[in-house]
C-alpha cells in the first residue's frame, strides 16, 4: 500500500492508544471486566497509587468507557461505582487478544493463570480473525490494508 494513500495522522491504533494505551488503564479495564467497580477494590487489587488510579478512572469516565454510578452503603457518604459502557464493553476482544499474546509469549512454560470458557458450553474461548464471509485468518499476511477513500 503506498504510503502517500494513507493519512497516519488519522491511525485508529495511534487514536486508541491515546485513550487506553497506558499500563493502568488496561489493567482497570481488566478488572472492570472482571466485576471490579468500586475505587478501593480496584487500587487494592491493583496496588496502583491513589492518584494514578484516580487519574485513570477519570480518564475513562472522560471518554466515555466507562460510567460513574452513584451508590450508598447504609451508614456511609455516597460514593460512586465505575461501570463499563457499551463503548468500555466493545474493548473486551482487545484485552483478549493481549490477554492470549501473553498467553503465548510470556508464560515460561506455564499454564495461563487465567482460561476463558464461554458460559453457555463451558469450551474455551478463543480470538480470531475472520473476514465477512466467515474464514478465519491465521495473521497478518493473509490481510491486504486498503486506504479508505474519503468522500468529501
Known amino acids: 500500500m ?10 485508529s491504533v495511534a487514536g486508541t492508544l491515546a485513550v487506553v494505551g497506558e499500563k493502568w488503564s488496561l489493567l482497570v479495564l481488566r478488572e472492570a471486566f472482571l466485576g471490579v467497580r468500586r475505587f478501593a ?12 488510579l484516580t487519574d485513570r478512572l477519570g480518564t475513562l469516565v472522560e471518554q466515555g468507557i466507562l460510567r460513574r454510578v ?3 452503603a447504609q451508614g456511609e457518604r455516597q ?16 484485552l483478549v487478544a493481549l490477554m492470549q ?4 509469549y510470556l508464560a515460561d512454560g506455564e499454564d495461563a493463570p487465567l482460561e476463558l470458557r464461554h458460559r ?15 474464514h478465519e485468518l491465521s495473521g497478518a499476511r ?11
Do not use: M, N
Open 41 to 52: 477494590d480496584f487500587q487494592r487489587v491493583l496496588g496502583a497509587p491513589r492518584a494514578v
Open 79 to 94: 460514593r460512586h461505582e465505575y461501570r463499563l459502557t457499551p463503548k468500555g464493553i466493545d474493548l473486551y476482544p482487545t
Open 70 to 72: 452513584p451508590y450508598q
Open 142 to 152: 493473509e490481510v491486504r490494508p486498503q486506504a479508505r477513500v474519503r468522500a468529501d
Open 101 to 104: 499474546w501473553g498467553d503465548r
Open 2 to 11: 503506498s504510503e502517500a494513500l494513507w493519512d497516519r495522522s488519522r491511525c
Open 120 to 134: 453457555d458450553c463451558g469450551e474455551p474461548v478463543h480470538l480470531a480473525l475472520v473476514c465477512d464471509a466467515g
